[in-house]
C-alpha cells in the first residue's frame, strides 16, 4: 500500500517511487492514478514524493537518503532520472554503491529506457522488470563546464552532446521558463527550428593524447545508444564498458541533416564522412572563438570549455537488456 513519505526508519527496506508529474507534458499526472493502482497491485511495499518544480526531485532524494533508503523507482522522464543519479552520488553518507534505481519512463525522450529495452507506455511490463530484478552496474559521466560564468559539475547516465543539441535543450528550457508545455510537439518544433538556424562553430578536442580540431555541429559523449527522442548517435555505446563513446559530427548544413535524419534514428551513420567516432574515459573540449551550449540527458547544463570525465560502474540499476548482462 502507498504511502507519503513521513521520514520513518522503519520505511527504509521500502521503494522510494520518485513521481515528476510534469514529464512528457503533464502526462506523468494523467497516467499516475494507473500506476499507482499498479504499484499496489504488484504488492510493491512503498512510499511516493511528487516533484513540485525543477530540481525538486534533488531535495526528495536527499531527505530520502537521510531515512537509510536505497531502493528507488523513478517515474518520469531522462530529466528525472538524471536528478535522482546527481541526488544518490552528491549524498556521501552512504556508498552509491549501496543504491539500486528503477524506471517508469513517461517522459518526452525516454532515451535511457530504449537503450535498456524497458517499454513506454507498458507500466506493468516496466513495474515487472523491476520486479525481476536485473541490475547493472551502470558507468556515470561527469562534466565540469561554465554556467553564467561560474562553474559546475554536473554528473549524467544516458548522453552528454555539445553544440547542437545543447541549444534545442537550451531553446526548450525557455520555453518552460514562460509557461509553455514541452512535450514531444515542442521538442520536434525546436529541433526542426534548429536545423535551419543552428551554424557550425569551431571546437578543439583533446582526448587520448590527441588533439582534434572540428567545425562542429554536434559532439556527443555517449554513455548509452539514444538521445533526441531516439536518435542514435552512439551506437556502439555500451553503458558498462569504462568508455565513453565519442561521435564528434563536422561542418553539416541544413540540407544533409534532413537528409541524414532517417539513418540517425536507424543508427546507420558510419558511413557519413563527417561523422568520426572515437573510444575515450576522458576528454576536454575549449571553443576557439566563441562558447557551445551542452546538455546532459535532455537538459541544458552550461556551455564550453568542458572536461568530460567517467565513473566506472558507480550506480545500479534495473534494466531489460542482457547483452549489458
Avoid at 537518503?65 to 553518507?93: C, M, P, R, T, Y
Amino acid at each position: 500500500m502507498s504511502n507519503t513519505f513521513t521520514g520513518s526508519e522503519k520505511l527504509n527496506t521500502k521503494w522510494f517511487v520518485l513521481h515528476n508529474p510534469s514529464s512528457g507534458g503533464w502526462k506523468g499526472q494523467r497516467d499516475w492514478p494507473r500506476i499507482n493502482k499498479l504499484l499496489n497491485d504488484l504488492n510493491f511495499s512503498f512510499v511516493t514524493e511528487k516533484t513540485e518544480y525543477k530540481a525538486h526531485a534533488l531535495e526528495l532524494i536527499k531527505d530520502a537518503l537521510h531515512q537509510n533508503f536505497k531502493k528507488f523507482i523513478v517515474i518520469g522522464g531522462d530529466g528525472s532520472l538524471n536528478e535522482a543519479v546527481n541526488a544518490i552520488i552528491n549524498f556521501g553518507h552512504q556508498k552509491t554503491e549501496d543504491c539500486v534505481i528503477g524506471y517508469l519512463p513517461v517522459g518526452t525522450g525516454n532515451d535511457w529506457a530504449k537503450t535498456m529495452n524497458i517499454p513506454v507506455n507498458n507500466y506493468k511490463q516496466s513495474l515487472q522488470i523491476i520486479l525481476n530484478n536485473k541490475i547493472l552496474r551502470q558507468d556515470v559521466g561527469v562534466v565540469n563546464c561554465q554556467k553564467n560564468g561560474q562553474p559546475l559539475q554536473r554528473y549524467f547516465m544516458n548522453i552528454a552532446s555539445i553544440g547542437f543539441g545543447g541549444a534545442v535543450s537550451k531553446r526548450l528550457e525557455t520555453m518552460r521558463e514562460k509557461g509553455v508545455k514541452t512535450g514531444k510537439l515542442a521538442y520536434l518544433f525546436s529541433v526542426l527550428r534548429g536545423m535551419f538556424n543552428y551554424k557550425a562553430e569551431k571546437l578543439k578536442f583533446n582526448f587520448n593524447n590527441q588533439v582534434e580540431d572540428s567545425k562542429l555541429y554536434f559532439g556527443v559523449v555517449a554513455i548509452c545508444k539514444f538521445f533526441g527522442g531516439g536518435m542514435q548517435p552512439a551506437p556502439h555505446a555500451h553503458p558498462a564498458d569504462n568508455l565513453f563513446e565519442l561521435t564528434i559530427v563536422d561542418k553539416l548544413n541544413p540540407y544533409q541533416v534532413i537528409k541524414s535524419l532517417r539513418n540517425f534514428y536507424k543508427g546507420k551513420i558510419e558511413q557519413y564522412q563527417q561523422v568520426n567516432f572515437y573510444k575515450t574515459n576522458h576528454l576536454e573540449v575549449s571553443n576557439t572563438l566563441m562558447p557551445l551550449l551542452i546538455e546532459t540527458d535532455g537538459e541544458f547544463v552550461g556551455e564550453t570549455p568542458a572536461r568530460f570525465s567517467l565513473l566506472a560502474n558507480k550506480i545500479n540499476v534495473i534494466i531489460n537488456n542482457d547483452d549489458f548482462l
